[in-house]
Every structure is written in C-alpha cells, then in structure tokens.
C-alpha cells in the first residue's frame, strides 16, 4: 500500500511513507508523534497519513505493518521471459494468481463491504460499468446477480451507461470497475449517478483516484504493479473476480431460501433449452 502511493503523497507523508519502507521494525514500537520526529515531520502528518491510506488510525497501519513482517515468504509478481517453457508458465501464473488474491483479501475493509453488500441486497437496479477488460467484470457480476432474481445492467458502452444512469433514480447503485481508477468515462459516469442522488460504488486498485473520488464506498484489489507482460491484465482481472464473488456470496446468504430457489429455477430453465435443443 505504501509503496504503491508513495509516489502521490504530499512531502511530509512521503518522508514518513518511506521510513516505514526503509525500517519497518522500527516504525512499529514508535508512537505517531515520535515516527513523526524520526521522519523529520509530525504526529498531524502521520495521521494524514493514515487517512491518505483510507486506514482507520494509527494503530491500524501498525497492525498492517507487523501483519506483512511476519510473512516468511513473499515471491511476489514473476514476469515471463520470451520462449518460457510450459511448466514454468504454469508455475508463474499460479503464484500470481495466489499473490493477487492473498493482497486482495488483505486490503478489503469489512465495514465497507458490509456496507456495499446492503446497497447491492436492497437496490432496485444494479448498474455495473467496465471498460476494456474491466467490462469483462462487469459482465460476469452481471451474469451472477441475475441468477438470484437482480434487476442488472452491465456495460462497456459509455454512452449506453450514461443513458441508462440519466433515466434512473436514487433506489440504483452503480458500481464503477476500473483496475487503475484512472478511467476517464467510468468517473463521470458515477458523477452523473451521484447527481441522480443514486449510491456509487468503485472497484480499483489500492488508492486514491479520479474513480474513487466519485464513489460513496471504496473496494480495492491488489496494489501490486503487475509484471510487464500483462497477458490481457491477468492479476487484476483474478482480484477483481474475487471481490465481484465475495459481494455475490454475501448478498445471496442474506437472503439465502430465495436464493436456492432463484438457482434451482435459473438451472431448470437452462436444462430445458438445452434439452430442447438435443431433441431438435
């Protein structure tokens, strides 16, 4: 998290952002006003910078902190090489897939998502928007909320989302997905949703952004900056599948009778076109 915004910090976070890099061992037993003094800023900076992290305090971050320094083994994100073997491959692929839900699941705030799965349960339409391979989200949280009987839209048409957004009402949700927050068309569309007075969701990587700006509740995915060869951003394509699942299971558990019979009518319908269809 920290080396992931080091880069976007004011001066006097950054200075503290990286002693904590530098000396994590140390960072833990100081107070905030003596990081504070061995990072030549403040108690107040340290506290910034807990809520430029979107952390709930101090003692938050040295909790994270002490979390990571007890990992024993950290392989991190291992790039392929030109005319890579297939047992390598596989190898490589498998521990980034790991890393990245291992980070996900780490930066996810329960309170938050808590607070995401009730828009979600109580909503009387649910707009996902995606663009590129983010529309590919979009359109699989679209596919499972359809399953239990939600009334959903996903998109990767801007215009498309804009029309639907403009025509909607403060019972929505809308849910930007965008892996950098950075996606120009995905911002102003939950900017147009909040005008409509409906709830705003985002869906990004770790940290602040055009996206996150417009959202009333804030999901991260992995901060981690992916290999090189992204191969149709592989690693934030799995962590965003993971949270789109753990909002699914959440919501479908709080209304899990009617869930069951959701599926068990969506099952029969699809086993009776296909059956058809054989006969055919």
Known sequence: MLTEMLP???????????????????????????????????????????KSLDLKGFQDLKFRIAGDLQ???????????????????????????????????????????????????????????????????????????????????????????????????????????????ETNEVAKVLELAKQKNMKTISLTRYGSSKVTEQADIRLYTSATREPTFRSGATSSRIGQLQVIDILFMRVATLKYDETVEYIDVTRDAINFITQNGKKK
């Open 8 to 50: 976007s910090l004011p001066p006097s976070e950054k200075k503290i952002a990286a002693f904590i890099i530098e000396q994590p061992e140390e960072a833990i037993k100081l107070t905030a006003q003596e990081l504070g003094r061995r990072s030549d800023t403040s108690g107040a900076a340290v506290i910034r910078l807990c």
């Open 71 to 181: 990992k024993t083994t950290n392989e991190g994100f291992r790039d392929i090489r030109p005319d890579e073997g297939l047992q390598s491959i596989i190898e490589k692929m498998t521990t980034n897939s790991i890393q990245t839900i291992k980070e996900t699941a780490e930066l996810l705030q329960i309170d938050e998502l808590e607070k995401a799965v009730q828009l979600l349960l109580h909503a009387k339409k649910i707009h996902f928007i995606g663009v590129g391979a983010s529309g590919i989200i979009a359109k699989d949280a679209q596919q499972k909320f359809l399953r239990i009987n939600k009334t959903v839209h996903a998109f990767s048409d801007i215009h498309m989302a804009a029309t639907l957004v403009a025509n909607g009402d403060e019972d929505d949700v809308v849910v930007g997905i965008s892996f950098s927050g």
